[in-house]
C-alpha cells in the first residue's frame, strides 16, 4: 500500500548517518538524499507534481522548498533534525530521527488573535532632559507628550514642539492603544519660563490617556512584568544604547497589532469565588503580568494584557484558563506520536525535553554546531513557553513510556516560573511511589548542559491512548493511564497542600446536613439527594478549592490532599444521610429530622414567642414551609409583643 506523505530526509553533505531501519517509522514514503538543497532539488519538485502532503528534515534550507511549493501551489513541513539528531556525539540517533519527521506531520490548530490599535498618541516620563530629548527624536513619527516628576532646574525648550508637563504618575493601568494614569502634582509649563521652567499650580488626581507610555524616569517600573507589557518600554536614562533602544522600539508602535489569544477562558467553570467567599486563587497568584483580576464568582482574564506564560492553565483545576497555543491535547498528540515512534524504530530511555522556541532551540542548535549536540535519547519539543506544560503534559509523557522530562528554561527566565516549579513538584509526588524519575527545570545558558540530561525508569507498558478531551479530563485520564501503565495499584498518595485533587473531610457528628457546602461547590464534588436530607461527595471531582470548608457554618469540614484512584472509581459516595422530618400538618417530609429536633429543644420554652401562653407555637417549627405560612397567618399573634428589655445597667 502506497504511504500518502513523502517525507525526505537528508545527510546534510554527509555530515550525519542516516539509518534507514530506523528511519523507515518516519510515517511516510522515505527517501534520502545527501544534498536535497542543491544537487538533489528536483527530487522535490518531482514530489511536490504528485499532489501529495510533503515532510522535508531541514530547516536552514526552507526558504528554498518553500519557493518551489508556492509555485506549485503546495505547502511543506519542515522539522529541523541535523541540530535536533544527527549532529551529535552520540550514535543511533536514527529512531529520533524518525521520531521528529513523524511528529511534525501532526496538525497544530491556528490560535486565535487579539487586535491592538495605537493611533502613535505617545506619553514620555522622565525627570530631566533625557526625556525631553527622546521626545525630540519622535516627534516627528508619535504625538507626544513629556511627563517629568519631580524635576530639577529644566532649561526651556526653544520651540514648543510638543507639551512639557509636570507630574509624578500614581497609578497606571493598560496597554498598547489604550493607557490610563492618574498623575498628581500635575501642572504645566509657563510659556514665559526664561532660563528655567517655571510651572503653574499644581492639582492631584489628573487622568491621562494615551497609546504608548515611554519610561526614561530611572524609578520603580509602572507595571509588574513591565518587559511582558504592550506599548510600555523602558530605559535606564543613564544608559545611552537603552534609551537609543527605546527611541528605535517606540517609533514603531503605530497602526494595528494583532497578538496571539493565548487563554481560552470559561468562566462557568472557575472555582474562585462563590457567595462573596474566595475559593481558588492559583492563577491570581502566579500571573506575573497582572492580567488577571477577581470579578465576581469567578476572574477575568485581559487578553490584551496576557504575556502568554501559560501559567494560569498549567495550575487552573477546573480547566476554566486553557493554553491555545496550542492546546495541551494538541500538544500530547504530537508527544504521543514522538515517544511511539522513537521505540517503535528502535529507542530507548526518551528523555522528552520541552522547550521554547526563542531559548531553547538557539541553546539546541549552539550544542549542536559547537558542542557534542542532544544525547541520542533526548526528544526535543518545542513549546510556545515551558511555563505552559501542566501535569496534563508530564502525566502524558510517562504514561507514553518517557525515562524523564526535562523542561529547558533561561538562567534568568523571561516569565517568572514559579508555576512550573509548582506542577513539577506536584508531578514528582506522584511519580516517585511509581518508582518513576521526577520532571526536571534546568535553568541555563549552558548549551554543554544539554548533554548531561538524563532520565530514569519507565513504565512497564506505554499507553497509547489518544487524547481526546481537554482541561480536567484530559488530566485525569493521563494520570489513569499513566497508572495503569505502570502496573501500579491504586494506592492512595498524599499529596503537597494545594494540589488540585484530593477528598472533603467532614465530622458527621457536627454536620446538620444544612447542605450550604452542595450550594457553593463549583464542579459538582458535593451533592444531595432531592428525597433524602444526604451529603455525597465524588472525590474524582473535587478540585480542592476550599469552598466549601470556608462556607460551612459548623466548621467542620476540612481538605485531604491526595491522590486515590479506588475513591474516584467508586464515584460518588454517602458521607451522611438522616430520614427526613415529616409535616406535622401534612406528612411532607422536609429538612432532617436532627436538625427539626435541634432546633425545637433550642426554642421551646427558652424563647418567649415559644413559652408560657405561647408554647404551642413550638409546632410552627414542625411543620414544611407552605404549612407554616398558612398557620402563622392564621393565627392572631404579633410578633411586635415581645416584653420588655432590662434597662441597660450603668456602672
Same mark, same amino acid.
Given at each position: 500500500m502506497t504511504q500518502s506523505r513523502i517525507v525526505f530526509a537528508c545527510s546534510c553533505e554527509a555530515t550525519m548517518t542516516l539509518e534507514p531501519g530506523a528511519?523507515?517509522?518516519?510515517?511516510?514514503?522515505?527517501?534520502?538524499?545527501?544534498?536535497?538543497?542543491?544537487?538533489?532539488?528536483?527530487?522535490?519538485?518531482?514530489?511536490?507534481?504528485?499532489?501529495?502532503?510533503?515532510?522535508?528534515?531541514?530547516?536552514?534550507?526552507?526558504?528554498?522548498?518553500?519557493?518551489?511549493?508556492?509555485? /506549485?501551489?503546495?505547502?511543506?513541513?519542515?522539522?529541523?533534525?541535523?541540530?535536533?539528531?544527527?549532529?551529535?556525539?552520540?550514535?543511533?540517533?536514527?529512531?529520533?530521527?524518525a521520531a521528529l519527521l513523524a511528529a511534525a506531520a501532526v496538525p497544530m490548530p491556528e490560535t486565535g488573535l487579539v487586535g491592538l490599535e495605537s493611533r502613535g498618541v505617545t506619553l514620555i516620563y522622565g525627570c530631566d532632559e533625557t526625556a525631553i530629548a527622546v521626545a525630540q527624536r519622535l516627534a516627528e513619527t508619535l504625538d507626544v507628550t513629556v511627563l517629568l516628576t519631580r524635576p530639577d532646574a529644566i532649561t526651556p525648550p526653544a520651540r514648543d514642539?510638543?507639551?512639557?508637563? +509636570?507630574g509624578t504618575i500614581r497609578t497606571a493601568r493598560g496597554v498598547l492603544g489604550g493607557f490610563e494614569l492618574m498623575v498628581d502634582d500635575y501642572a504645566s509649563a509657563s510659556p514665559s519660563s526664561r532660563a528655567r521652567l517655571v510651572w503653574g499650580a499644581t492639582r492631584n488626581g489628573a487622568v491621562s490617556r494615551c497609546d504608548v507610555l515611554l519610561d526614561v524616569s530611572g524609578g520603580p517600573s509602572l507595571f509588574p512584568a513591565p518587559d511582558l507589557r504592550e506599548g510600555y518600554l523602558r530605559a535606564d536614562p543613564t544608559r545611552p544604547e537603552a534609551v537609543e533602544r527605546l527611541v528605535f522600539d517606540a517609533a514603531r508602535l503605530i497602526g494595528t497589532f494583532d497578538k496571539p489569544a493565548y487563554i481560552r477562558f470559561t468562566d462557568s467553570l472557575c472555582a474562585h469565588s462563590r457567595s462573596k467567599r474566595t475559593g481558588c486563587t492559583r492563577c491570581l497568584d502566579l500571573c506575573p503580568a497582572g492580567a488577571i483580576t477577581p470579578a465576581g464568582d469567578h476572574v477575568f482574564i485581559d487578553p490584551t494584557i496576557c504575556a502568554g506564560c501559560g501559567a494560569?492553565?498549567?495550575?487552573?483545576?477546573?480547566?476554566?484558563?486553557?493554553?491555545?497555543?496550542?492546546?495541551?491535547?494538541?500538544?500530547?498528540?504530537?508527544?504521543? +506520536?514522538?515517544?511511539? !515512534?522513537?521505540?517503535?524504530?528502535?529507542?530507548?530511555?526518551? $528523555?522528552?525535553?520541552?522547550? &521554547?522556541? %526563542?531559548?531553547?532551540?538557539?541553546?539546541?542548535?549552539?550544542?549542536?554546531?559547537?558542542?557534542?549536540?542532544?544525547?541520542?535519547?533526548?526528544?526535543?519539543?518545542?513549546?510556545?513557553?515551558?511555563?505552559? #506544560?501542566?501535569? @496534563?503534559?508530564?502525566?502524558?509523557?510517562?504514561?507514553?513510556?518517557?525515562?524523564?522530562v526535562v523542561a529547558l528554561a533561561r538562567a534568568k527566565p523571561r516569565h517568572d516560573i514559579a508555576?512550573?516549579?509548582?506542577?513539577?513538584?506536584?508531578?514528582?509526588?506522584?511519580?516517585?511511589?511509581?518508582?518513576?524519575?521526577?520532571?526536571?527545570?534546568?535553568?541555563? &545558558? @549552558?548549551?554543554?548542559?544539554?548533554?548531561?540530561?538524563?532520565?530514569?525508569?519507565?513504565?512497564?507498558?506505554?499507553?497509547?491512548?489518544?487524547?481526546? #478531551?481537554?482541561?480536567r479530563h484530559l488530566t485525569v485520564t493521563g494520570l489513569r493511564e499513566l497508572h495503569r501503565a505502570a502496573?501500579?495499584?491504586?494506592?492512595? !498518595?498524599?499529596?503537597?497542600?494545594?494540589?488540585?485533587?484530593?477528598?472533603?473531610?467532614?465530622? +458527621?457528628?457536627?454536620?446538620?446536613?444544612?447542605?450550604?457546602?452542595?450550594? $457553593?461547590?463549583? $464542579?459538582? /464534588?458535593?451533592?444531595?439527594?432531592? %428525597?433524602?436530607?444526604?451529603?455525597?461527595?465524588?472525590e474524582e471531582a473535587c478540585v480542592q478549592c476550599?469552598?466549601?470548608?470556608?462556607?460551612?457554618?459548623?466548621?467542620?469540614?476540612?481538605?485531604?490532599?491526595?491522590?486515590?484512584?479506588?475513591?474516584?472509581?467508586?464515584? /460518588? $459516595?454517602?458521607?451522611?444521610?438522616?430520614?427526613?422530618?415529616?409535616?406535622?400538618?401534612?406528612?411532607?417530609?422536609?429538612?432532617?429530622?436532627?436538625?427539626?429536633?435541634?432546633?425545637?429543644?433550642?426554642?421551646?420554652?427558652?424563647?418567649?414567642?415559644?413559652?408560657?401562653?405561647?408554647?404551642?407555637?413550638? @409546632?410552627?417549627?414542625?411543620?414544611?414551609?407552605?404549612?407554616?405560612?398558612?398557620?402563622?397567618?392564621?393565627?392572631?399573634?404579633?410578633?411586635?409583643?415581645?416584653?420588655?428589655?432590662?434597662?441597660?445597667?450603668?456602672?
Open positions: 528511519l523507515k517509522h518516519c510515517g511516510g514514503e522515505l527517501r534520502t538524499a545527501t544534498q536535497l538543497c542543491r544537487a538533489g532539488i528536483g527530487a522535490v519538485s518531482a514530489a511536490l507534481a504528485e499532489g501529495r502532503p510533503i515532510t522535508i528534515g531541514c530547516t536552514q534550507e526552507a526558504p528554498v522548498f518553500a519557493e518551489l511549493a508556492d509555485e /506549485a501551489g503546495m505547502e511543506i513541513q519542515f522539522v529541523n533534525i541535523r541540530e535536533q539528531a544527527g549532529w551529535s556525539d552520540a550514535g543511533g540517533t536514527g529512531p529520533k530521527m514642539e510638543f507639551p512639557v508637563l +509636570t494560569c492553565a498549567a495550575v487552573c483545576p477546573t480547566g476554566a484558563a486553557t493554553y491555545t497555543l496550542p492546546p495541551p491535547a494538541s500538544v500530547i498528540s504530537r508527544m504521543r +506520536t514522538l515517544l511511539s !515512534t522513537y521505540a517503535t524504530a528502535g529507542g530507548t530511555d526518551a $528523555v522528552l525535553l520541552l522547550h &521554547d522556541g %526563542d531559548h531553547g532551540q538557539a541553546l539546541i542548535e549552539a550544542a549542536a554546531r559547537f558542542g557534542r549536540g542532544l544525547p541520542a535519547n533526548v526528544l526535543p519539543l518545542r513549546l510556545n513557553e515551558v511555563t505552559q #506544560a501542566g501535569l @496534563d503534559i508530564f502525566a502524558a509523557a510517562y504514561a507514553y513510556g518517557a525515562a524523564g508555576g512550573l516549579h509548582r506542577v513539577v513538584a506536584l508531578a514528582e509526588a506522584i511519580l516517585a511511589p511509581l518508582g518513576l524519575a521526577a520532571p526536571q527545570v534546568l535553568e541555563t &545558558d @549552558d548549551p554543554d548542559a544539554l548533554w548531561s540530561i538524563a532520565g530514569g525508569g519507565t513504565v512497564a507498558a506505554p499507553s497509547r491512548f489518544l487524547p481526546m #478531551a481537554e482541561g502496573g501500579a495499584p491504586a494506592a492512595r !498518595t498524599e499529596l503537597p497542600p494545594g494540589s488540585p485533587f484530593g477528598a472533603v473531610v467532614v465530622n +458527621t457528628d457536627g454536620c446538620t446536613l444544612c447542605l450550604a457546602c452542595v450550594g $457553593v461547590c463549583p $464542579v459538582g /464534588a458535593l451533592r444531595d439527594d432531592p %428525597d433524602k436530607p444526604t451529603l455525597r461527595f465524588a476550599g469552598l466549601c470548608r470556608a462556607t460551612c457554618p459548623e466548621k467542620v469540614i476540612s481538605l485531604a490532599p491526595r491522590l486515590d484512584l479506588t475513591a474516584w472509581a467508586a464515584g /460518588a $459516595v454517602t458521607i451522611k444521610q438522616e430520614e427526613p422530618y415529616p409535616c406535622i400538618s401534612c406528612g411532607k417530609p422536609f429538612g432532617a429530622r436532627s436538625t427539626v429536633e435541634r432546633i425545637v429543644a433550642k426554642l421551646s420554652e427558652k424563647h418567649w414567642m415559644f413559652s408560657g401562653p405561647n408554647a404551642g407555637r413550638i @409546632d410552627v417549627v414542625r411543620m414544611c414551609e407552605d404549612c407554616r405560612v398558612e398557620a402563622v397567618m392564621n393565627e392572631s399573634f404579633d410578633p411586635h409583643a415581645a416584653p420588655p428589655r432590662p434597662l441597660p445597667r450603668m456602672e
